[in-house]
């Protein structure tokens, strides 16, 4: 069985979505899934974020499903209680980090200072989000706050396109990249979910060509 790291380093890009309507759950899943991504971080900041959760992690059980901007404690109980494999937020928030260590929850907090970074440090986290990443100083800021944290991962996201992908995932201090261009909105709306599946198979193969 691999470890929850070891299956993001794998994939290398992580699809962060939306959805405003629980109906494109299983046919954006679908679309992931086909197209070589079995993964998703599904934003909880939509009513309809629960109810995709639950639905994507009973059709696809290995599929690596969690949820996105986490902001409470209640949240992280709604979510894992629908299938989540995995917490995410936007900032550090010790509660929800401490809540979730507890019950041994996997959660990748979001850290753009040293001072945040130690505080996943001293709670024995190795791998932290970073965001809004290309707002918050990008790879180059990624780098200097690696430095002295040798023991850390990061999985950016924020501002991540396919056009400086490569960017990132040539530093080994990336473990992934969440990204929303091949799962955007509009295309999700209109049911576009063909392009959505070619879209993630690009994403797939730069990945994989960056990495070797």
Avoid: H
Wanted: aromatic share 6%; hydrophobic share 45%; proline share 6%.
């Amino acid at each position: 069985m691999k470890s929850m790291e070891e299956q993001f380093k794998e994939v290398g890009v992580v699809p962060v979505v939306v959805l405003n309507d629980a109906k494109d759950a299983l046919p954006l899943a679908d679309a992931l899934v086909e197209g070589g991504l079995p993964c998703a971080e599904v934003t909880f900041r939509t009513d309809a974020a629960e109810e995709s959760i639950r639905l994507m992690a009973e059709k696809y059980p290995d599929m690596l499903v969690g949820a996105g901007t986490v902001l409470t404690v209640d949240q992280v109980d709604r979510a894992v209680g629908a299938g989540a494999k995995f917490i995410v937020s936007p900032g550090f928030d010790p509660e929800i980090v401490d809540y979730c260590i507890s019950k041994e929850i996997p959660v990748f907090p979001g850290c753009i200072t040293p001072s945040e970074v130690a505080q996943a440090v001293k709670r024995g986290l190795k791998v932290v989000k970073f965001f809004p990443a290309e707002q918050a100083g990008g790879i180059a800021m990624i780098k200097a706050m690696a430095a002295p944290y040798t023991m850390v991962k990061f999985m950016p996201t924020g501002g991540i396109s396919a056009k400086n992908l490569r960017s990132y995932l040539e530093c080994d201090k990336i473990l992934c990249c969440g990204g929303s261009w091949m799962v955007k909105g509009d295309l999700i709306k209109a049911g576009e979910f063909d392009k959505i599946r070619e879209m993630t198979k690009e994403a797939v193969a730069l990945a994989a060509e960056i990495r070797g």
